[in-house]
């Protein structure tokens, strides 16, 4: 028997519309050290990932519409361990044989859930654009309905962009009927619409969302900072929260920064599989580049835990034992004249609170619309809005 080499396939199938014939006695050789490191990567994403569905289910200030998009995106990564990783290993070593359609489905169970991902991460920072530039209008775009909204949405479309290679955008698979992905996956559909359409756009938008909200915000602080040493406590106080504006955003972007670094890699391998079809690529190269975009699912409940001070407290009560997390009933109150929705939204990250505008001040006196005399210490989700 001669043992399967793929690395010659990868460029002989790229430009065929189907691909070719096998020997009959071609026998498949498993990757063990892959296998090995994608059951870890499913381990680690699965209880991480449920770890951080828990947390938010505890915690009462954990319940924003901000983290219900992170919750999204926990679930995409759980199905990511449970369900992607077992197909992605099956699909390593050609099954299911002889069976296009159920196929074509495990391969792109993966892609439903990284376009999932990718969704969810913009969906973040939509809401973290509303909150910072149009903070009066926040809690009427961005209800815990609407919330529920986006997400049945972002995964409705996630549904439909992975069945696109079941509706015919596919290869023919070779008369052996393995269920390699270069076999039956148009690496077409893969650059073009995956990577530039689904992939890049959204990622495009996001970098510029991001960018548009440090500047505003550092430009806040600066000002503030600047009138401080004359205006007393309220002025510093809007000054620290403005530097925790920085700390928050700068998580979230930090779970876009290492999506991008996870996924990209792959991506461009499958640009370079289609656009030089005769290059050779190491298939070592290949299985790295997968596991590390693999490997992304895994990696968000640490960073929350290390740049998220609510949610590392909740972990660590959910491993002490606690069942009590954070249901004591909020009575803090704040008059600050330079606070806003927006802010207190998002500097606390899991401590959401609304307006009371009735006393509002002249409002133009603020840049962003960031002034308001009371401010309430109260769950958004509680409140319908």
């Not at 290679?165 to 995956?194: A, E, N, Q, R």
């Not at 998580?251 to 920064?257: A, D, E, R, Y």
């Amino acid at each position: 028997q001669t043992r399967l080499n793929l690395t010659p396939l990868l460029n002989s199938t790229l430009s065929a519309p189907s691909a070719p014939p096998l020997p009959a006695d071609w026998v498949i050789s498993p990757n063990v050290a892959y296998m090995v490191a994608e059951l870890v990567i499913a381990v680690l994403s699965t209880f991480g990932n449920l770890l951080v569905c828990v947390a938010v289910g505890l915690n009462r200030k954990l319940r924003t519409v901000t983290n219900y998009f992170l919750v999204s995106l926990a679930v995409a990564d759980i199905l990511v361990g449970t369900i992607a990783i077992p197909c992605a290993i099956l699909t390593d070593i050609g099954l299911p044989r002889h069976n296009l359609y159920l196929c074509l489905i495990m391969l792109s169970i993966l892609l439903m859930f990284t376009e999932s991902s990718i969704l969810s991460l913009l969906a973040v920072a939509v809401e973290r654009y509303v909150a910072i530039f149009m903070p009066f209008r926040y809690q009427v775009l961005l209800t815990s309905r609407n919330a529920v909204l986006v997400i049945f949405a972002t995964w409705l479309l996630s549904f439909v962009i992975g069945l696109v290679p079941l509706m015919g955008w596919h290869k023919t698979p070779p008369d052996s009927g393995y269920c390699f992905f270069v076999f039956v996956v148009d690496m077409t559909y893969m650059v073009y619409f995956i990577f530039f359409a689904c992939v890049l756009t959204p990622l495009f938008i996001m970098y510029f969302i991001y960018a548009q909200i440090f500047v505003m915000v550092k430009q806040q602080v600066r000002r503030i900072t600047s009138e401080q040493s004359g205006r007393g406590e309220r002025q510093a106080r809007a000054a620290a929260i403005m530097r925790r504006e920085v700390k928050t955003v700068t998580s979230l972007f930090l779970v876009l920064f290492l999506f991008t670094v996870c996924w990209i890699p792959l991506h461009i391998i499958n640009c370079f599989l289609l656009f030089c079809p005769h290059c050779p690529v190491p298939l070592e190269l290949l299985f790295t580049a997968i596991i590390l975009s693999h490997a992304n699912s895994a990696v968000n409940p640490f960073l929350y835990a290390y740049t998220m001070t609510t949610f590392r407290d909740t972990f660590k009560a959910i491993f002490s034992g606690c069942r009590a997390v954070g249901d004591r009933d909020a009575t803090n109150r704040a008059d600050c004249k330079h606070c806003s929705n927006a802010s207190k939204n998002s500097v606390h990250f899991v401590l959401p609170f609304r307006f009371d505008c009735r006393n509002l001040q002249n409002p133009s006196e603020c840049d962003m619309n960031i002034m308001c005399n009371h401010l309430i210490n109260a769950p958004l989700n509680k409140r319908g809005s």
